[in-house]
């Protein structure tokens, strides 16, 4: 399930191996084009259901990355894997995870790492999902059991680059808030320091970290005062951006939740929502945002290039009329 380095991220990291030395930071191959080290596809917010022909759409966008002339050596989910398990009870969850796991395995034949978002913990609103919270599988559990992983935050090595997904989910109350825990925080900074300060890397998160639309609210009609929500952007922000800052190495993260797409350029990094591949929860477009996923090209001299890409996807016209479940 997850290939080692791929061939042409071995490739390409012998060709910056071998020319580093007479350009510094510039990788080029010999006919002097750049050499890529990774291509990634970021596909966010696929909200799979029975409903709205959620599973078509998931496995349209699959067929649309594994047909890609110049395929992706790697998906990377963005989380909301799921349409809602925080508000349902078991068999509901385990359908939707059901649909989820099999239209993967049936149509995509890339490398998968997942990064888990907030309708893929199981009875967050314990009332309406009929949990107590002492179940086995409670919680984010129950979408690692569904996934095979191990830990709901990890990292890894592909190709030159190091990859960090996190988990910005807290549960809070009968909702959830954007953070780190103290638990993930103590082994970012760990994490980040073992890193060798010329591999670049990329972080993955569910709540992104920094967040155009979130920024954009009303004033309070009475206070006058703009509040961003806790619950859209990480509300530890600071903390992380700070972390990035002494380590030059960070070179962008990637987020979905809001289903639009963003760019922040910050002390020297990107960070990019990447719209969704739901779109409007599988009704459409959402506000300038079409159905979709992200392509990332990762280069050995920590640079990249992302574009937002289409598949072509035509919600169905009784989407939206249809019993609607969790919307937000
Ligand atoms: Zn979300």
Redesign the pocket.
């Known amino acids: 399930m997850y290939p080692q380095v791929s061939r042409r991220g071995v490739l390409a990291g012998a060709v910056a191996g071998a020319v580093a030395s007479v350009w510094p930071g510039e990788a080029r191959a010999q006919d002097g084009r750049r050499t890529r080290a990774l291509r990634v596809a970021h596909l966010t ?1 696929l909200h799979v259901q029975p409903e709205r022909r959620a599973g078509e759409g998931m496995a349209a966008c699959l067929a649309h990355v594994n047909a890609l002339a110049d395929k992706p050596d790697l998906i990377l989910t963005g ?2 894997l799921v349409m809602d398990t925080a508000e349902q009870g078991e068999a509901r969850t385990a359908l939707q995870w059901d649909l989820f796991t099999k239209t993967l395995r049936d149509h995509n034949g890339i490398a998968v790492e997942h990064c888990l ?3 893929d913990f199981w009875g967050m609103n314990k009332k309406k999902s009929a949990t107590t919270g002492e179940e086995r599988n409670y919680g984010k559990k129950r979408a690692l059991e569904a996934l095979g992983l191990a830990a709901r935050y990890r990292s890894f090595d592909r190709a030159g680059w190091h990859v960090v997904v996190l988990d910005s989910v807290m549960h809070e109350g009968d909702g959830y808030i954007g953070r780190l825990d103290e638990e993930q925080w103590e082994w970012l900074k760990g994490d980040l320091a073992a890193t060798p300060t010329d591999r670049p890397v990329l972080v993955v998160t ?1 709540i992104p970290i920094l967040s155009v639309p979130a920024a954009l609210v009303e004033p309070h009609k009475e206070t006058g005062k703009r509040e961003i929500s806790r619950s859209w952007v990480l509300t530890d922000a600071k903390r992380v951006v700070g972390l990035f800052a002494k380590h030059r190495n960070v070179k962008a993260c990637l987020s ?2 809001i289903h639009e797409i963003d760019r922040i350029e910050y002390q020297g990094v990107a960070y990019i929502c990447d719209g969704a591949v739901s779109g409007n929860w599988w009704k459409g477009r959402h506000k300038e945002c079409d159905e979709g996923y992200g392509i990332v090209d990762l280069y050995p001299d920590g640079t990249f290039e992302h574009r937002y890409v289409t598949y072509g996807w035509r919600a169905s016209p009784n989407a939206s009329i249809e019993a609607g479940l969790y919307q937000a």
Do not use: C
């Open positions: 917010d989380g909301d978002g907030n309708h569910h979905g939740h």
